[in-house]
């Protein structure tokens, strides 16, 4: 059935949102309710994720924070007119580039990092002077229940609100004609939010998954390297859209990195990590048991065990993985960390571009004619070289996928402009006009080829 929205589209049609002050101040109250729920946080990302104190302030908390006071502290700059020169054939003129809200932004998000990707887009939403409603993910069921206190017991509910539900829910939003759509999840949602977003032509930005490779070199520094792909993949329990997937190794450092990564494993979690406090569960069974199918006995040199009653399965390492093995067809989206031995570089950068384009790519190597060779043959989303996920932590670069990981960029700037229209404004000057453009055109072709040239 569909859901209303009229109310909404009421208010950003009143201009209310639009000015700096207002932007400036719902940013002000957003990050206060943020600051107050901080411990309600972080209880439903235990409830719905097993996810520890830390991990939740660090990779949500923290993060949201940072996101206001950035936009904060740039909104300003965003918000100027941006001038731009103008060309001989329109002189004289002032041309420049005004960023205008879109209207109503529906955002919809997934339930691996619940606040972080509900608010981040709002955050951007409100920033850009939009509207927005939030649909969130009834996976992660205390989290959506605790945004949908948040918000819309303290924002007008005519400007900003949490509607919650499942497809039905999602699919009487999707009947309205929203000015953008902006959704976080899997590629296969995406493709069905793509199709829906056609019939009113309705911009979007799909922020997707896939699988996120890593080459480990022979000239890698192989200890740093093991423990930051260890890092990478178990925050969250590897339910991190950029999470390393697989590991493409250097037969000659292959064992010296898996030995590596075992003790890393240990360091960070000790000798049986599903008893740690810091190591997280997988979000429900059907996960669990998805995730557990992809282990092949075979293969496991670290791990394997898992307990269902907990939801917790052991980081596996899993060797000599080959591109037909079940766990190589999808997004793991948990904690097994597949290695392909490998010896040809162009081996692995065939076997790569013929895959879907990756959301991101890491790459361990001391050579940087192998950084530059993989960066230019090898189209993906965004990286970090020598390290994991980091790429996601810098707002001056942008972020997003490519085909099939995804369409359109955020963070910064990038994001300002996404929820943005980039409205394109000549003003022409009245003091003169230049009569070789109107007709009748006989005798001015020649001068107009002149100025033209
Ligand atoms: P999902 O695609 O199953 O769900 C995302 C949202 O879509 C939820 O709000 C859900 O209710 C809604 N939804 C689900 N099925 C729908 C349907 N048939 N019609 C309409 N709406 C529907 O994704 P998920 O399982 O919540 O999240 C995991 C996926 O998200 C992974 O693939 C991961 O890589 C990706 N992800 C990407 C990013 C990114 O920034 N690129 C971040 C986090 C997660």
């Known amino acids: 059935m569909k859901i209303n929205i009229e109310n909404i589209k009421k208010l950003f049609n009143s201009n209310a949102t639009k000015s700096y002050s207002y932007r400036v101040a719902m940013l002000d109250k957003l990050y206060n309710i943020i600051k107050q729920n901080e411990q309600e946080i972080i209880d439903a990302l235990n409830d719905d994720l097993g996810k520890s104190e830390t991990e939740a302030y660090i990779t949500e908390i923290a993060a949201m924070k940072s996101e206001i006071k950035y936009y904060k502290s740039n909104l300003k700059k965003f918000m100027q007119p941006e001038r731009v020169s103008t060309t001989k054939t329109i002189f004289p003129a002032k041309s420049y580039i005004l960023r205008e809200p879109k209207g109503v932004v529906l955002i919809i998000s997934p339930w691996n990092y619940p606040f972080y990707l509900s608010i981040t887009p709002l955050i951007l939403a409100i920033a850009t002077g939009n509207c927005a409603i939030i649909k969130p993910s009834e996976i992660s069921k205390k989290s959506t229940l605790l945004l949908e206190k948040m918000i819309n017991e303290s924002f007008d509910n005519n400007y900003i609100k949490v509607v919650s539900g499942g497809v039905e829910t999602t699919n009487g939003l999707l009947e309205n004609r929203f000015d953008h759509i902006f959704f976080t999840g899997s ?61 493409y190794a250097h037969l000659s450092i292959k064992d010296e990195l898996i030995k590596a990564m075992i003790s890393t494993i240990h360091a960070f979690y000790l000798e049986n990590p599903i008893e740690h406090i810091d190591y997280q569960r997988v979000v429900n069974e059907k996960h669990f048991n998805r995730i557990i199918e992809l282990i092949k006995k075979e293969n496991v040199v670290y791990g394997g065990n898992y307990d269902i009653n907990t939801l917790k399965i052991e980081p596996t390492i899993l060797d000599n993985v080959t591109l037909d093995d079940k766990v190589m067809q999808d997004e793991i989206f948990g904690p097994l960390m597949p290695i392909l031995p490998y010896n040809d570089l162009t081996e692995v950068i065939n076997n790569i571009k013929n895959g879907e384009k990756p959301l991101s790519l890491y790459i361990f190597t001391n050579d940087e004619a192998i950084k530059k060779r993989i960066n230019n043959e090898v189209s993906f989303g965004g990286g970090t070289i020598n390290d994991t996920l980091q790429h996601l932590l810098n707002d001056n670069l942008p972020f997003g996928g490519i085909g099939n990981s995804g369409i359109g960029k955020y963070h910064g700037r990038f994001g300002f402009d996404e929820l943005s229209n980039l409205k394109s404004i000549v003003d022409k000057s009245t003091k003169f006009d230049i009569f070789l453009r109107y007709p009748p055109y006989k005798g001015k072709l020649k001068f107009l080829k002149l100025f033209l040239k």
């Open 187 to 247: 590629t296969t949602v995406g493709r069905i939010i793509m199709q829906k977003a056609a019939t009113h032509l309705t911009p979007i930005t799909l922020e997707l998954g896939g699988k996120s490779p890593v080459i480990v070199d022979h000239t890698a520094d192989i200890k740093l390297a093991a423990k930051r792909i260890v890092w990478g993949k178990l925050l969250n329990a590897g339910q991190t859209c950029i999470a390393p997937d697989y590991v």
